[in-house]
């Protein structure tokens, strides 16, 4: 009978079976075990059918059968028999079951009531017409010549032995010859050519489920593709003829794709509709996070030979999934729920074809608690990667409507490649190289509910040339996802708004920039310099926003105890990871920019000393004597020098104390644990923690939380106890420009800068010990005046803003020290240069000591406080026309100029940069020690350029420069 009508005539003989309402693709859970002996399991519907009166389950509980001692009267397939019991006089029942019989003295009767005779002998039931006997006979099969026969494979019968028994061994008994394949050889069977074509013969019988559950595995096995253009007559185009010529039979469960008594390949039988019935409805159960033990996902396999034959129920743990070998509790660590897994490993293809040798199919189920508290099974719908419908490979669009989902998976398939007969070594497998278990959390829900998982899967096919020398990469992965749409939209938002803000703030120190340059008009240079300071502000932007993301996660994802948020993809962790770079990028170039403000400063040490007395000169060729004023040492300006060119790089925490102790907090401590893609929370790490990947958000959020931390630890200890109790390098260096009577201007912009007044109370720096003392002694004791520039205050900080005259005065002064830098004005030797540059700095010296001396009547200043507009705006709003204006300053912002009034720059590029690596490379000391060697290279181009930049600009000989 065709194999269509044979699975016809099954669905409609079969009974109907209760069904559930409609859920999707929901089910109740049943095994054969939940079968009552009376009860046979119908594995086209995976539940339990009822067997008639006077019968039990056969063996493997597929099917039923009469009661021992119970003849079959008829038989309409294994859903529908009819049984009577035999009579007294004779007992037993025939093999196949149709007639009862008594059995001969020489034979027994068998638990199932048949008759069995003993080894070598067969058991005659019918004469050679065909009528049945009354009574059983044992006969003895004659092995020797000239009959050689043997029992067949049933006992009831004596057939010929096969040909090489008889050429081998002139018998039925293979002796100690190669017995192979149920041939009997001198010789190995490798020497020996085969040319058998192996055919596939269906029986002719009725209920032949396994015939059609052999053509569903024999589609799968060529991916359940389609061809609708083309008239191929393969397995697959076989399974949807047969689907749509059996829809008078109804459904399974209620499922369209589901026709009865057929295997279920496919969702949805129509291209392009598969993915609505995924995410159609959620389950009704609850998961949550914290309990005593800890919540699994229930995966259960149908599982069925090649053949199509039921073989058990199979739960997933144990690495039934998982190719890759491992120990029992990782492999076991991919079903805790909310676990990210990740399993990669290489594979030599001859352990594949050693442990797979038979190909097995599996149908994915997810078994849950329903509402009535009873166990239901929810199928897990497939994406096949290598289907192809048309040609084409739908499962690999982006697009989620168009791929087209299917039901039933192998592992590897080692059977399809086999050539000539099924022993031989297979020319080619198949192996499932990549799978993926797809979560979905439920948006805008805080129950704890998911959507059923999906499985992505992709084959590799591998032609066998040498399995010992051959590898194939596998891996296996369990993925988290949900709907981030609304926070994308809230991180655009965010991003937006405070971009905005940045804009307003780069625009007024713009605004300032401009005023403290003294150029009203906007140019080319004003764009530019607005673009990178916006780049500084927007970087912070960026950082806030990823910040605020990481530590979200990081609080909300391990924090959480029912199911409300899953941690972003790796696919969907782009954004934030571009948002990341970017930050870095643009303090990157924030920092250049301050670098290259920091070098380029004016800066001049004034020296207030004046001459003790004067010293007698002989005029050379003649016999005058002169007098002049003594010489004023220079070595205090070399010191001061010196002190300021220490303080250039200094900073407000230790660099390297704070990379130390985020590594041992990281490392040591384990925060690092907390960067594991699970939701629960720990320091420690475990055997299987090798096997939950870690999220890069969460990475970025532990590293910068941690990292801010420290440094803000180390501002607050470095500022409120070891500047006050240890040692302050910024108020001692203000301390030796007064001991040393030099006072120091700072001009970071063409018309602002910073004003250090160093000059002493005292009148005179040039002294012995003693005196020096005893001057710093009546200082003490406030027996002299205060050290401020007002009399009677003690302000010696101020921020300037010159007028315009005062610089060019300035550059007039400094004007012939730039001819000896052009081919044009050079010096005739090295003589004029040092000459110009001593009379230069005797002239500036003494042009800025009248100036803060009032006087130079033109060229006055006055001293004031900033207004509080002015300080939160960081912008002067007079502007200095007629006098120059000195704002009190005891905040020292003329650090600004240098590392340490910096500090939150340097942080917070120091800690991207830091961040950047580790996201690059999943390694926080890798990451720690590029950080420390950038710090280092940095700190060394900022010396070394600022140092030359204070030699040139203070006209101090770098050579004293220490």
């Known amino acids: 009978m065709a194999l269509g009508g044979l699975c016809s005539l099954l669905g409609a003989l079969a009974l109907f079976h209760s069904l559930l309402p409609s859920d999707g693709s929901s089910l109740p859970f049943q095994t054969v075990e939940n079968c009552t002996k009376h009860q046979l399991f119908d594995s086209s519907q995976m539940a339990c059918v009822g067997c008639g009166p006077h019968q039990q389950t056969s063996s493997d509980g597929m099917s039923c059968m009469c009661l021992p001692g119970y003849q079959l009267i008829s038989n309409n397939g294994r859903f529908s028999i009819t049984c009577k019991k035999c009579s007294k006089l004779y007992p037993a029942v025939t093999q196949d079951g149709w007639n009862c019989i008594r059995c001969s003295s020489g034979a027994i009767i068998d638990n199932n009531g048949k008759c069995q005779c003993p080894k070598g002998q067969i058991l005659v039931e019918r004469t050679i017409s065909g009528i049945p006997m009354t009574e059983a006979k044992c006969v003895t099969c004659s092995s020797s010549s000239p009959s050689f026969s043997t029992p067949n494979a049933l006992g009831n019968q004596c057939i010929r032995c096969h040909e090489s028994f008889i050429a081998t061994t002139q018998s039925c008994d293979c002796q100690s010859n190669i017995l192979t394949g149920g041939l009997c050889f001198l010789h190995h069977p490798e020497d020996l050519t085969s040319s058998v074509v192996t055919n596939i013969i269906y029986e002719q019988r009725f209920a032949n489920l396994t015939a059609c559950q052999a053509v569903g595995n024999m589609c799968v096995m060529i991916m359940n593709s389609i061809d609708m253009a083309t008239t191929l007559n393969d397995a697959c185009t076989l399974y949807h003829t047969l689907f749509k010529k059996t829809g008078s039979l109804g459904n399974t469960h209620s499922i369209s794709s589901w026709r009865k008594n057929m295997p279920w390949l496919y969702f949805d039988t129509q291209y392009g509709f598969g993915f609505r019935l995924v995410d159609q409805e959620p389950f009704q159960t609850l998961f949550h996070f914290k309990s005593l033990k800890n919540m699994e996902l229930q995966f259960i396999h149908a599982k069925y030979d090649a053949r199509g034959n039921f073989l058990n129920w199979e739960k997933v743990t144990g690495g039934t999934l998982q190719l890759c070998p491992d120990t029992m509790p990782r492999l076991n660590t991919a079903y805790i729920f909310g676990t990210t897994y990740q399993q990669t490993c290489t594979l030599p293809v001859s352990k594949l074809l050693s442990k797979y040798d038979e190909t097995h199919f599996y149908d994915t189920y997810m078994l849950y608690k329903g509402e009535d508290g009873e166990d239901k099974l929810r199928a897990i719908a497939i994406r096949n990667l290598n289907l192809q419908y048309n040609g084409k490979f739908v499962n690999q669009e982006k697009i989620m409507n168009n791929w087209f989902l299917t039901r039933r998976i192998f592992l590897v398939d080692t059977l399809s490649g086999r050539e000539m007969n099924l022993d031989s070594q297979p020319r080619a497998i198949r192996v499932a190289s990549n799978i993926k278990i797809s979560v979905n959390l439920v948006s805008n829900n805080l129950q704890g509910k998911i959507f059923p998982p999906m499985m992505t899967i992709s084959y590799t096919d591998i032609k066998i040339q040498n399995p010992d020398q051959q590898t194939i990469s596998v891996s296996f992965s369990i993925e988290y996802q949900m709907d981030l749409v609304t926070a994308f939209q809230n991180t655009k938002i965010a991003l937006g708004f405070l971009s905005g803000l940045s804009a307003i703030c780069s625009m007024l120190k713009t605004a300032s920039w401009k005023r403290r340059i003294g150029s009203p008009m906007i140019d080319v240079p004003t764009v530019l310099k607005f673009l990178l300071i916006y780049a500084g502000d927007l970087a912070n932007t960026f950082f806030i926003v990823t910040f605020g993301t990481g530590l979200y996660w990081l609080i909300f994802f391990k924090g959480q105890r029912v199911l409300s948020v899953l941690l972003p993809t790796p696919t969907q962790e782009i954004h934030f990871i571009c948002s990341v770079a970017s930050a870095f990028a643009l303090k990157f170039l924030q920092l250049l920019h301050i670098l290259v403000n920091q070098l380029t400063v ?89 096997v939950i990947p870690s999220s890069r958000i969460l990475r970025y959020g532990v590293a910068t939380t941690i990292w801010l931390s420290v440094g803000l630890i180390q501002i607050i200890f470095g500022i409120g106890i070891y500047e006050r109790f240890v040692e302050d390098r910024i108020s001692q260096f203000i301390d030796v420009c007064s001991v040393s009577n030099i006072s120091v201007i700072i001009l970071s912009h063409k018309c602002f800068g910073y004003y250090i007044h160093g000059r002493s109370v005292h009148g005179h720096a040039d002294t012995n010990m003693e005196e020096m003392n005893l001057n710093l002694k009546r200082e003490a004791e406030s027996l002299c005046g205060q050290r401020g520039l007002v009399p009677n205050t003690e302000i010696e900080t101020f921020q300037i803003f010159i007028t315009d005259k005062i610089r060019e005065q300035y550059d007039k002064i400094r004007e012939p020290l730039n001819w000896t830098r052009t081919p044009n004005h050079l010096m005739r030797n090295s003589e004029d240069a040092v000459e110009q540059r001593m009379k230069a700095y005797n002239t500036t010296n003494k042009f800025l000591g009248s100036f803060i001396d009032h006087a130079l009547h033109d060229m006055d200043y006055i001293i004031q406080d900033k207004l509080l507009l002015e300080r939160i705006i960081g912008m002067e709003l007079h502007e200095p026309i007629d006098k120059t204006i000195f704002y009190n300053d005891e905040n020292l912002s003329f650090t600004d100029v240098l590392y340490y009034g910096n500090e939150g720059t340097l942080l917070l590029f120091d800690m991207l940069f830091f961040c950047i690596v580790d996201l690059a490379t999943q390694n926080f000391i890798f990451a720690s020690i590029l950080t420390c060697i950038q710090q280092k290279i940095f700190q060394f181009i900022r010396h070394a350029a600022g140092r030359k930049n204070l030699a040139a600009k203070t006209l101090i000989d770098e050579r004293f420069l220490l």
Do not use: H
């Open 602 to 690: 004016d800066i001049f040490f004034i020296d207030w000393e004046r001459p003790k007395g004067k010293i007698v000169k002989s005029i050379a060729g003649g016999g005058d004597i002169k007098t002049t004023p003594a010489p004023v040492s220079i070595w205090r300006t070399y010191f001061v020098a010196n002190e300021w060119n220490n303080i250039q790089t200094i900073r407000k925490i230790n660099p390297t104390c704070q990379i130390l102790a985020v590594v041992f907090l990281l490392e040591i401590v384990g925060f690092a644990n907390l960067t594991t893609m699970d939701p629960y929370p720990r320091l420690s790490s475990s055997a299987e923690s090798s």
